[in-house]
Every structure is written in C-alpha cells, then in structure tokens.
T-cell receptor, first 114, second 116 residues
C-alpha cells in the first residue's frame, strides 16, 4: 500500500545549524510529494511540494528533492532559526481511480534553541 | 484571499454527548476534506466531498460520525455519541481541483476536541 515514513523526533538544534529531516515513501504509480508544517496551536501549512521525479521544491530557505530511485523526499535547511520550531509532516498524494488521497507521515517535531 | 475557516477552535464534552464542527472552505474550492489528527500522529482522512457529493468516506466511522456539505460550500462534521478515543484535532481542508483530491490542499486551524 501507500505509506510515508519520517524520522522520529524530537529534533533539537541550535540556531544557524543545518537541518535534515528524512522522509521515505512507498507508493504505486507516480505520487506528488509535500512537506507541511504545523506551528504550535495552528493548522497545517503547505511548506513545499514536488510533483515529479527530480523536481526540487523550495520555500523559506527549505528545500526537498523528489528522488524516485531512493523513494525519498528529505527536507533540508542550511541555517535554522528559532521561528522554525514546529512539527513537520511529509505527505504523498496518490491517485486512486478518479480521486486523489493524501497520506501523511507521523510528523517530526523540531525545536531550535537560541 | 481568506483561508479555510473552522469553528469552534476548542470543545470539551463528556462521553456519549454529541458535538458538531463547522468548516468554510476557500472560496471557489470544489473539494473539501475532513481529517482527524490524534496527538502524535499525522492527519487521517475521514471524508472527502466534491462539491456537495461524497467522494470517499471509507474511513469515516459511520455508526457515530456524519458529515454534510449542503450547497457545495460549507460543511459540518458531527459526532454522536462521542467516545474517549475521539479526542483529537479535527482539520478541514479544501482544494481547487475539478477532479477530487488532485490539487494542493489548504488546511484550516482545526478544532481541538477533548472527550472526558
């Protein structure tokens, strides 16, 4: 079946450190891939997306590349800030019949210390 | 552009009581979704509407949960009677796509439900 596996948190980093959050997926066909972020007390916000192999999504200094050969979509940021503290969700959108379905990973909590 | 609106933001009820949540999607978005997010987990789809028709409700516990989207705009999700395990955040999302579920989904702030 279709599934998403994320590295378990929490991840604690110092400000300006390099961030990687690993995400791998299992899917039939050619899914689209997403990273969503959830700040404390808020709903999910789309951070970035990629719709086909080798696409790179980027936003707010975050990047992720759709790697079909390794079925991965790892999230990276070169220099994190305290304001990046949140829970990050990797998700895939697969198409079954006439509709699409979004499958989420369990989320990775990031805490950035000043 | 206004985002997805949800109310209430928080609700505390006792088990066996009923509760209803309301969602107003982004204007013009044809597809509306309800998700359940249990603490420490990713959101799980409960039901998906395309305009005012149900596209997928395979994961909706129909013995206690119901949802409707009258006139293809706003939607309500109801739980009756509630159980302790229904404590979660209920998220509403919408997408523009003409074919259900094929577009980027935009989420509301969620309703945090606590069942005592």
């Amino acid at each position: 079946g279709n599934s998403v596996t994320q590295m378990e948190g929490p991840v604690t980093l110092s400000e300006e450190a390099f961030l990687t959050i690993n995400c791998t997926y299992t899917a039939t066909g050619y899914p689209s891939l997403f990273w969503y972020v959830q700040y404390p007390g808020e709903g999910l916000q789309l951070l970035l997306k990629a719709t086909k192999a080798d696409d790179k999504g980027s936003n707010k200094g975050f990047e992720a590349t759709y790697r079909k050969e390794t079925t991965s979509f790892h999230l990276e940021k070169g220099s994190v800030q305290v304001s990046d503290s949140a829970v990050y969700f990797c998700a895939l959108l697969y198409y079954g019949g006439s509709q699409g379905n979004l499958i989420f990973g369990k989320g990775t909590k990031l805490s950035v210390k000043p | 552009e206004a985002g997805v609106a949800q109310s209430p933001r928080y609700k505390i009820i006792e088990k066996r009581q009923s509760v209803a949540f309301w969602c107003n999607p982004i204007s013009g978005h044809a597809t509306l979704y309800w998700y359940q997010q249990i603490l420490g987990q990713g959101p799980k789809l409960l039901i998906q509407f395309q305009n005012n028709g149900v596209v997928d409700d395979s994961q909706l516990p129909k013995d206690r949960f119901s949802a409707e989207r009258l006139k293809g705009v706003d939607s309500t999700l109801k739980i009756q009677p509630a159980k302790l395990e229904d404590s979660a955040v209920y998220l509403c999302a919408s997408s523009l796509d003409r074919l259900a579920g094929r577009g980027t989904q935009y989420f509301g702030p969620g309703t945090r439900l606590l069942v005592l």
